[in-house]
């Protein structure tokens, strides 16, 4: 049975900084890219940034680029997005997710899914 379990969420002032982790269970975990994706309260779910396989190639959406880091730790089994000078509409829920493939921004590709982790920017 596959396990994503994501933490690191909370509540930060804008300019602040937090650290996502995604830990996977029950698959072989660098079959697969990962990516990251965050659905704020009444908006659609959103692409933030994935990854290949081996970490040698990451992609971040436009409103994350320079600010947010993705990286993983195949050996740990965990991926992870460094997320630096936060603003509030960062606010949303972040989800990690598993794609067999090499990585896109079109959800419906990943196969695995955590429940998410809570990310809540104050001004």
């Known amino acids: 049975q596959v396990q994503m379990v994501e933490s690191g969420g909370g509540l930060v002032q804008a300019g602040g900084s937090l650290r996502l982790s995604c830990t996977a269970s029950?698959?072989?975990?660098?079959?697969?890219?990962m990516g990251w994706f965050r659905q704020a309260p009444g908006k659609e779910r959103e692409g933030v940034s994935y990854?290949?396989?081996?970490?040698?190639?990451?992609f971040y959406a436009d409103s994350v680029k320079g600010r947010f880091t993705i990286s993983r730790d195949n050996a740990k089994n965990t991926l992870y997005l460094q997320m630096n000078s936060l603003k509030p509409e960062d606010t949303a829920m972040y989800y990690c997710?598993?794609?067999?493939?090499?990585?896109?921004?079109?959800?419906?590709?990943?196969?695995?899914w955590g429940q998410g982790t809570q990310v809540t920017v104050s001004s």
């Open positions: 990854i290949n396989w081996s970490g040698s190639v990451t």
């Open positions: 997710a598993a794609d067999p493939y090499g990585g896109s921004w079109y959800g419906a590709n990943y196969n695995y």
């Open positions: 029950g698959l072989t975990f660098d079959n697969y890219a």
